[in-house]
């Protein structure tokens, strides 16, 4: 898991020097640099009281056609963000122009202490799996998988929530046979899991549930928890 977590921050450091054009832009910012650069950049759940966070600053940026994946956004704001030392953040604004083929992240930016930070973890959803497709919605088609052995199909800009059981395996299979194949055993209350069947966003590390893994041709990654939350707001529940 190591390489994989080491893999995956080369990917981002190479795609945010060469493979991006979009600048971030600060609209707001509280006018200091007393905070040192953070590693973490966590997500501040909605319901959660963030007067006693301390503000950062608030970010923007724009990606036009193939760079306006939710995950290129998130990750050029979160690496100036963490430069600033802020090390959470939530949404201010998002939109997605499929016209004009333009989509627009605006982030809020803080930093806590780890005596705050716990009351937003307990915010946090537990013992759901969340499964997304396609990020975008114009000129992809659907998502197969099968969760149980049961098939699913999840629509271009949605997800799959699935309800975990205390003392089932569940099980997600990709590319039948000769796929990729996870089982989860619900041991307790845990976080939220995120996975991605198509590729984008990956990063996270594997969670600690798993019981067991096939790889082939199918692909199934996982994606950090941060990014997962921030998803789910974003895209829309499937049927």
């Not at 650069?37 to 608030?58: C, L, M, R």
């Not at 209350?189 to 549930?209: E, Q, R, S």
């Not at 893994?213 to 994606?223: F, L, S, Y």
Request: proline residues 3%; positive net charge.
């Amino acid at each position: 898991m190591k390489t994989k977590a080491f893999l995956f921050s080369i990917f981002c450091c190479f795609s945010i020097q060469f493979g991006f054009s979009q600048t971030v832009e600060v609209l707001t910012n509280h006018g200091k640099k007393d905070h040192p650069a953070a590693s973490d950049f966590a997500f501040i759940e909605p319901k959660t009281d963030s007067s006693n966070y301390s503000f950062v600053s608030t970010y923007k940026v724009i990606g036009k056609k193939k760079q306006g994946n939710i995950a290129d956004l998130f990750f050029l704001i979160a690496d100036k963000a963490k430069k600033d030392g802020a090390t959470c953040f939530k949404l201010n604004y998002f939109n997605r122009n499929d016209s004009l083929e333009e989509t627009t992240l605006i982030l809020d930016t803080y930093f806590w202490i780890d005596s705050i930070r716990s009351i937003n973890f307990d915010n946090h959803e537990q013992n759901y799996i969340y499964i997304f497709g396609e990020e975008r919605t114009k000129g992809y088609s659907s998502t197969s998988f099968k969760i149980d052995n049961e098939k699913k199909e999840i629509d271009p800009g949605t997800y799959y929530r699935y309800t975990r059981i205390p003392g089932k395996k569940t099980k997600i299979n990709k590319g039948g046979i000769t796929g990729m194949t996870f089982f989860y055993l619900l041991d307790g209350n845990k976080p939220d899991i995120f996975l991605t069947l198509t590729g984008f966003g990956v990063g996270g590390p594997m969670p600690a549930d798993v019981t067991g893994a096939a790889v082939n041709t199918g692909r199934i990654n996982t994606i950090q928890g941060d990014f997962g939350n921030l998803l789910r707001i974003l895209l829309k529940q499937s049927n």
